[in-house]
């Protein structure tokens, strides 16, 4: 495979590895509800730590994220912040933000992606997916690192979702109405949800009261492959034979003679033809394409600007924020990628939109989807959070709530065609009315606007839900934690040994902490002794005895255990020769180098 090459690679390239651990530290006044680690999550941080950060618990967990990192046009203020431990990338930190001029611009944007990328890699599910939003200004190398993190055999598609309801006049060469969005998967096998189009089913009917359903003949009979054991002439009615097709059958000979049994195929009037019919039970929904034009169902930037205006009253967050995403582009995301109990990863969170959407999707279809949100930038509590806070519990909206459906051009081929247009405004007010109080259509501007009104008079209501508001705690620096200048409390450590020893993640629901029990992975329990108190953990308690390892032994005696400790009392030999299936493993700490008082 070729290998994309970008100054400052080598430094980066495994820069994800030697990022701390930075525990997570809730703000229960921030939030909504309980709260709690296992559920949705709005982290407020440097992604990259913060990806860090979740590794322990959600390794491995998550089922589907969705990013829309800078797009490095060169006028966004987006700034290189990593702390990698070069001369050169150091230096790139004096000379933010990254703007047009920067001849480096597009190998620091590479190397600010690079790492990652290889920690969502890690937090992705081996059956889930990777959806990613970009611009023509980086989408061939963003195409290029994703094939290499994620494998040329991870590239699910190449999505054109058109973000303009209309092409802007001021372009001096092509109106770029377009976003492109990249898909990769763990699994080269992952395949979408798909959906069912009750117009592209009309065709389905029950003429003869099938109780199988809504049928309809005239499905292919021939094999997509060209397959020479197929190919052979099949018995006709009338003691003729018909023809294979050119590729040959789809099936087998006593395939075919089940399906003619079970009418599925049947002959033509004439018996020359073989017909088969196409029940709609069978059928599991329509492939997505990957060509997404229609605004109305996929929304636009313009849309999700007035959303932002809706939800907080002014213009100062659509102001903020000059291309959001709309809540329709990730509900369809959702839609196809999700299903009620997914847990949603957003690292470049912006305004909020990931979470609006999965609080919409679950209030649709009573789902339990979980977000997890990372935003570093400072209004991440006021905008990202707030936004959150709103949607969850209505917010107050005096007058009328309007959203914009339809944008497009009026000119002369319009009105030779005046019926295309007015069909096509009838197929939104029959799609959408049933949603507002009413369908506004005016022309403006030489173009025609549809847009739905609905009327509020006190307040939106509120999606229900909640979320526990976090920011990133101290490094976790193991080597200073006997030291006393960090202790971190028994989980938060527990988390990030369990997962560095057994490469999963750790799950606190099938730990006992009380006990120093971490988990399991394939026959082998992860043990830890230890408490956040300096003296406890100088003293001979702390320390792996016999009897200590007798009992973790007993717990699971067919199995191997691992065992975390400042010290041991007992030696490995002695283990072994008692048939004690326990293997120490001291915490790298200079315990016994603290001079005793």
Same mark, same amino acid.
């Given at each position: 495979m070729t290998e994309l090459n970008f100054k400052g690679k080598e430094f980066v390239y495994n820069h994800h590895l030697s990022v701390p651990f930075r525990p997570l530290e809730i703000h229960a006044n921030k939030g909504i509800g309980e709260p709690r680690l296992d559920g949705n999550l709005i982290i407020?941080?440097?992604?990259?730590?913060?990806?860090?950060?979740?590794?322990?618990?959600?390794?491995?967990?998550?089922?589907?994220? %969705?990013?829309?990192?800078?797009?490095?046009?060169?006028?966004?203020?987006?700034?290189?912040?990593?702390?990698?431990?070069?001369?050169?990338?150091?230096?790139?930190?004096?000379?933010?933000?990254?703007?047009?001029?920067?001849?480096?611009?597009?190998?620091?944007?590479c190397a600010m992606m690079w790492p990652r990328l290889r920690l969502l890699h890690d937090l992705l599910?081996?059956?889930?997916?990777?959806?990613?939003?970009?611009?023509?200004?980086?989408?061939?190398?963003?195409?290029?690192?994703?094939?290499?993190?994620?494998?040329?055999?991870?590239?699910? =598609?190449?999505?054109? #979702?058109?973000?303009?309801?209309?092409?802007?006049?001021?372009?001096?060469? %092509?109106?770029?109405?377009?976003?492109?969005?990249?898909?990769?998967?763990?699994?080269?096998?992952?395949?979408?949800?798909?959906?069912?189009?009750p117009e592209k089913r009309s065709h389905y009917r029950n003429t003869d009261n099938d109780p199988k359903g809504p049928w309809y003949d005239g499905a292919d009979i021939q094999n997509p492959a060209i397959r020479p054991t197929l190919q052979f002439y099949y018995p006709g009615p009338n003691g003729n034979t018909i023809k294979h097709p050119p590729n040959g059958w789809r099936w087998s000979r006593e395939t075919m003679d089940e399906k003619f049994k079970t009418g599925e195929l049947r002959y033509s009037p004439d018996g020359t033809r073989i017909i088969r019919r196409t029940y709609l039970a069978d059928q599991k929904g329509l492939p997505p394409s990957s060509f997404w034009e229609n605004v109305e169902e996929t929304?636009? =930037?313009?849309?999700?600007?007035?959303?932002?205006?809706?939800? %907080?009253?002014?213009?100062?967050?659509?102001?903020? %924020?000059? =291309?959001?995403?709309?809540?329709?582009?990730?509900?369809?995301?959702?839609? &196809?990628?999700?299903?009620?109990?997914?847990?949603?990863?957003?690292?470049?969170?912006?305004?909020?939109?990931?979470?609006?959407?999965? &609080?919409?999707?679950?209030?649709?279809?009573?789902?339990?989807?979980?977000?997890?949100?990372?935003?570093?930038?400072?209004?991440?509590?006021?905008?990202?959070?707030?936004?959150?806070?709103?949607?969850?519990?209505?917010?107050?909206?005096?007058?009328?709530?309007?959203?914009?459906?339809?944008?497009?051009?009026?000119? #002369?081929?319009?009105l030779e065609n005046p019926n295309a247009m007015t069909d096509k405004v009838q197929g939104i007010e029959n799609l959408r009315g049933h949603e507002f109080d009413r369908i506004k259509k005016e022309i403006k501007d030489s173009e025609l606007v549809v847009t739905g009104e609905k009327t509020v008079t006190e307040r939106a209501e509120g999606l229900g839900g909640e979320f526990t508001y976090c920011t990133l705690g101290p490094e976790v620096e193991l080597d200073k934690i006997l030291t006393g200048e960090t202790l971190p409390d028994f989980a938060a450590l527990g988390s990030i040994l369990f997962h560095t020893?057994?490469?999963?993640?750790?799950?606190?629901?099938?730990?006992?902490?009380?006990?120093?029990?971490?988990?399991?992975s394939s026959g082998q329990h992860v043990w830890l002794i230890y408490r956040p108190d300096l003296e406890w953990l100088k003293s001979p308690e702390a320390a792996l005895t016999l009897s200590k390892a007798r009992e973790f032994a007993a717990a699971y005696p067919e199995d191997r255990h691992l065992v975390f400790a400042p010290a041991r009392y007992v030696s490995q030999k002695l283990l072994a020769e008692e048939n004690i299936a326990v293997e120490f493993v001291p915490l790298p700490f200079a315990l016994y180098r603290i001079e005793r008082s």
């Open positions: 407020q941080g440097d992604n990259l730590h913060a990806l860090k950060a979740l590794l322990p618990v959600y390794a491995g967990r998550v089922d589907c994220i %969705f990013i829309d990192p800078p797009y490095n046009t060169g006028n966004e203020g987006w700034a290189y912040n990593d702390n990698v431990n070069s001369p050169m990338i150091k230096e790139w930190l004096n000379s933010n933000p990254v703007g047009i001029e920067d001849g480096l611009r597009h190998d620091k944007w599910n081996d059956n889930g997916s990777l959806w990613v939003t970009i611009d023509d200004n980086e989408d061939h190398l963003l195409r290029q690192l994703l094939d290499e993190v994620f494998g040329r055999d991870g590239y699910i =598609t190449e999505i054109a #979702w058109r973000h303009s309801d209309s092409s802007s006049n001021n372009a001096t060469q %092509f109106s770029q109405d377009f976003n492109t969005i990249f898909v990769y998967s763990k699994n080269e096998f992952w395949v979408p949800n798909f959906l069912d189009n929304g636009h =930037t313009r849309g999700a600007k007035v959303t932002l205006k809706q939800v %907080f009253g002014d213009d100062y967050a659509s102001d903020l %924020f000059a =291309t959001p995403k709309p809540v329709q582009l990730i509900k369809k995301i959702l839609a &196809l990628a999700s299903d009620k109990d997914s847990l949603v990863l957003d690292s470049f969170a912006g305004s909020g939109t990931t979470a609006h959407a999965v &609080l919409e999707a679950n209030r649709s279809d009573d789902g339990n989807r979980r977000f997890i949100l990372v935003e570093m930038e400072d209004y991440a509590d006021r905008l990202t959070a707030e936004r959150v806070r709103r949607v969850i519990k209505g917010y107050d909206f005096k007058g009328t709530q309007k959203t914009e459906l339809l944008r497009e051009r009026v000119n #002369w081929r319009t020893a057994i490469n999963r993640a750790f799950d606190p629901a099938t730990a006992n902490l009380d006990k120093g029990y971490l988990g399991s």
